[in-house]
């Protein structure tokens, strides 16, 4: 049974007579099924997603036609192109530019999304490609607007896209590279800076969870040339950031994309992480929550797990129903450090 679709699907529905025929090319913030049902539509699909979670939901019903990657590469194949707005403006802008060199000349370019998510820019987005863009719709609270590919698009060179910055943990330094839209994309967030002060020497193996940039477990390698580090994010331009942050600064580690504990099997030494609890526009727990309850079978014996989060979220009970022993290291008037032991 297909899932309910989003406001943002409802009101393309109304819209889909100008994807009919179209070697139509899908991305941005996904969040239901009604890309398959646009692909009944199409003469041909290809549904790009940078996130992970997303695609292994949509792998059975797609197959080859959704691609996970921080990057589409090929050559001109399509005449549309759908974005769906993406949270951050910058990973908008990002994704347009990747996708642009794809397109045929006079492909139409559709930007689809919530009002309270930043598609009421979408004009100034598309200026960049097209001489004028009309809203085509306004429903649910959500807009669709639409243009044409007029103007000359440049090749996509990725490390144009990264921004480098320099962080400072304690007595370690560090070069960050970041994709737009990855968390510690600008800087070192406060969260991180106190997860990292509070934790000791480490040795054995260490699960990175939500690497975003690759802050903490470049840090951490750094920190303890012994110690065998794994990063696991669902964003495949967190992934891609962390493998650039791991290689400027001449580290190495395991960077690999996982829904939550999906593609790992060996248990670690230490659990370390900064996780999220956003999903797009809204407030979501659920995944954290299943990281830490099923955090114990991904530990040896003594293993450790050590966590910062916002001091509102209520996540002491949780992990006192699943570790044997719980403490709060460190705190202020915004985060608490948790450690956990088995």
């Known amino acids: 049974m297909s899932s309910p679709i989003s406001a943002v699907s409802q009101m393309l529905q109304r819209n889909q007579a100008f ?84 397109l045929e000349p006079s492909a139409e370019l559709f930007l689809a999304g919530e009002n309270r998510g930043g598609i009421n820019g979408a004009d100034k987005l598309l200026a960049l490609y097209g001489d004028k863009s009309i809203k085509r719709d306004s429903a649910r609270r959500c807009s669709l607007y639409h ?72 840090v951490l390698a750094k920190r303890n040339p012994d110690l065998a580090v794994t990063m696991v994010d669902i964003n495949a331009l967190a992934l891609e950031s962390s493998r650039r942050t791991l290689a400027i600064n001449g580290l190495t580690a395991t960077v690999r994309a996982s829904d939550i504990y999906s593609d790992l099997s060996q248990p670690f030494d230490h659990i370390v992480s900064n996780p999220p609890f956003h999903a797009g526009l809204n407030t979501f727990y659920a995944a954290t929550e299943t990281f830490l309850c099923q955090a114990p079978a991904f530990l040896r014996a003594q293993g450790r797990l050590t966590i910062v989060a916002n001091g509102f979220l209520r996540y002491q009970p949780l992990l006192e129903n699943h570790f044997k022993q719980t403490e709060i290291v460190s705190s202020d008037a915004k985060f608490k450090v948790y450690l956990s032991r088995l």
């Not at 549904?47 to 996970?68: K, W």
């Not at 800087?187 to 990175?208: F, H, I, Q, T, V």
Request: net charge negative; charged share 20%.
């Open 19 to 102: 994807f009919v025929g179209k070697r139509l090319l899908i991305c941005g913030a996904l969040e239901d099924d009604y890309p398959h049902q646009l692909g009944t539509l199409t003469s041909a699909l290809t549904v790009f997603t940078t996130d992970y979670c997303y695609y292994r939901r949509q792998q059975r019903a797609l197959g080859a036609a959704v691609v996970f990657d921080h990057q589409l590469a090929g050559s001109p194949r399509f005449d549309a192109l759908l974005l769906l707005m993406p949270k951050a403006k910058a990973e908008a802008q990002y994704l347009l530019a990747m996708m642009a060199p794809l």
């Open 147 to 218: 243009s044409i590919l007029s103007k000359p698009v440049a090749p996509f060179v990725l490390d144009e896209w990264l921004r480098q910055y320099e962080c400072h943990a304690g007595n370690t330094s560090l070069t960050v590279l970041a994709l737009p839209g990855v968390f510690s994309a600008e800087e070192l967030d406060d969260g991180s800076k106190m997860l990292l002060d509070n934790l000791p020497p480490m040795a054995g193996e260490l699960l990175d969870f939500g690497c975003g940039a690759g802050v903490i477990g470049s």
